[in-house]
C-alpha cells in the first residue's frame, strides 16, 4: 500500500476549546497514523497526518466532523511529501 501524507485546516464554527487536538490524536493513534496537530491564533486547527492511503482517508473524514462538540465549517486538505522516520503523533502548542 502506499503512504500518503495530507497537510490539513479545519475552520470553525467552533473547533477551539472542544477537545479537537486531542480527539485528533486520540483517533490518529487509534487508526496508526503519525504527524501532528496544533490549534492557530486565528480559530483554526492545522496538522499533518500520515499513514496508509486508507487510514490517512478514514481519518480525515473523522476529523471533517471533529468530536462531538466541534462545529467544522470548512475543511481544506492539501498532499505533502512523506516524513521517512516518523513514529509518532504528537499535539504541538
Known amino acids: ?9 479545519a475552520h470553525g464554527g467552533t473547533v477551539q476549546g472542544v477537545g479537537y487536538r486531542y480527539f485528533t490524536q486520540r483517533k490518529a493513534k487509534l487508526i496508526g497514523i503519525t504527524g501532528w496537530v496544533r490549534n492557530l491564533p486565528n480559530n483554526k486547527v492545522e ?12 481519518l480525515l473524514v473523522q476529523l471533517d466532523r471533529g468530536p462531538p462538540a466541534a462545529h467544522v465549517v470548512r475543511f481544506d486538505k492539501q498532499d505533502r511529501e512523506v516524513l521517512e522516520g516518523e513514529t ?5 502548542r
Open 1 to 9: 500500500m502506499a503512504v500518503k501524507r495530507v497537510y490539513f485546516l
Open 47 to 58: 496538522g499533518e497526518v500520515q499513514g496508509e492511503d486508507a487510514d490517512v482517508k478514514t
Open 88 to 92: 509518532t503523533f504528537e499535539v504541538k
